[in-house]
């Protein structure tokens, strides 16, 4: 093994001795000290046995391995995710094009999340995309990194040490929806926004995909309980989920209203025979007049877990949000700020008691400077 100059090339080149033979390779750097450093990971690997000649990698292109993702792993996903997926697979396509897999690494990967984080969003092309839009299509390419590894197409994942965008920057300040404003938005509500926000925030149902999409075929009004099927984001999500008699009350005198005209909730006045895909023109006009601020409707899954984290133990409400995770009840918990408060004055008042709790003696009581301004007089 050693390091070794040619004549037609400016970079230095190294060779190596694996199962017997001698191969040579150029380090495609013209730094001694650096090429000295990749031939002694060259050794490392072939001591560890983790090193093979002729990675696909060097073979296969990054579009090809895009084609070959998308049929074995994205064809798996819920149809949504599907979508979401394949979108960020051409943002991806367009941007490392024909290169091979062997040519990525993880700055070009960090050149590719910047390049991303420049653009313009589809939706309002006068801000940039968000770093949680980013984030997503990173984790999207370290998993198919990660696919490529797991074929023996790439020796390691030159997407995993990518460091992510803090999205906490970017979102909007959490909205605890208050029971005034609860009830101006529903009263300013068109008939089957109404009902959806009822049953959303009473069910702790995703906005789309397990609200607006809900078939009546789904719904056990007998037995108070949806049946979403596998159809779902993920495993844990498609578990039964029991109706309350508020949202059961609800549905039946919306399916009366309906009078088994679709097979669906809330079929598009558009398309009758599809679900309604967005609201959002219709959320922010209720809101509007209702005269509250304006907050993703998704938010409302984040009311119905604040809600029943006041009264429900930790498993009841992990079960209730059908989280595979505990950490994840955290993110959805809003307005713990006012239970907070509360336990603390419980805390006080166990302390001090319900006498007086502390005496500022430099600091004279509102009797003391009245009684003090009759004696000046």
């Keep these: 093994m050693g390091l070794y100059r040619r004549d037609d090339s400016r970079f230095w080149w190294m060779s190596y001795t694996w199962k017997g033979d001698q191969h040579f390779e150029s380090t495609k750097t013209t730094s001694r000290a650096l090429a000295k450093k990749i031939l002694e990971r060259r050794e490392g690997e072939i001591a560890m046995q983790m090193f093979n000649v002729g990675w696909q990698g060097d073979r296969m292109s990054f579009k090809?391995?895009?084609n070959e993702f998308d049929g074995a792993h994205v064809a798996t996903l819920a149809k949504h995710t599907q979508t979401n997926v394949r979108g960020f697979l051409g943002n991806m396509r367009t941007f490392f094009g024909d290169r091979s897999l062997a040519d990525i690494d993880s700055k070009l990967v960090t050149d590719y999340r910047n390049y991303r984080k420049e653009q313009p969003s589809k939706k309002n092309p006068t801000n940039k995309i968000k770093g949680a839009t980013v984030n997503r299509e990173l984790e999207c390419l370290r998993c198919m990194f990660e696919y490529a590894v797991s074929r023996k197409y790439l020796p390691e994942n030159p997407a995993s040490g990518v460091k992510h965008f803090d999205e906490r920057r970017?979102?909007?300040t959490k909205h605890m929806l208050k029971l005034e404003e609860e009830q101006r938005i529903l009263t300013n509500a068109p008939p089957y926004l109404r009902v959806a926000i009822v049953l959303l925030a009473q069910t702790g149902g995703r906005t789309y995909t397990e609200g607006f999409s809900l078939r009546w075929d789904q719904i056990d009004l007998d037995n108070r309980v949806i049946y979403f099927g596998g159809q779902t984001k993920t495993e844990g999500s498609s578990e039964p989920v029991p109706?309350?008699?508020l949202a059961h009350d609800v549905l039946v005198n919306w399916k009366k209203e309906?009078?088994?005209k679709s097979q669906l909730l809330f079929p598009s006045p558009v398309k009758p025979g599809q679900p309604i895909t967005t609201v959002k023109k219709a959320w922010k006009t209720?809101?509007?007049n209702a005269g509250v601020a304006h907050f993703p409707i998704y938010n409302l899954r984040h009311v119905f877990c604040t809600r029943l984290s006041w009264v429900a133990p930790d498993t009841v409400v992990r079960r209730a949000m059908r989280h595979?995770?505990?950490?994840?009840?955290?993110?959805?918990q809003l307005g713990m700020v006012e239970q907070v408060r509360q336990n603390l004055e419980k805390a006080n008042q166990r302390v001090y008691g319900k006498g007086r709790v502390l005496r500022f003696h430099d600091v004279p009581s509102p009797a003391e400077v009245q009684q003090e301004a009759v004696v000046c007089k």
């Design 324 to 332: 595979s995770s505990p950490e994840t009840r955290r993110h959805y």
């Design 64 to 66: 090809e391995l895009c």
């Design 286 to 288: 209720t809101l509007k």
């Design 243 to 245: 109706l309350t008699k």
């Design 258 to 260: 309906q009078a088994d």
């Design 170 to 172: 970017e979102r909007p």
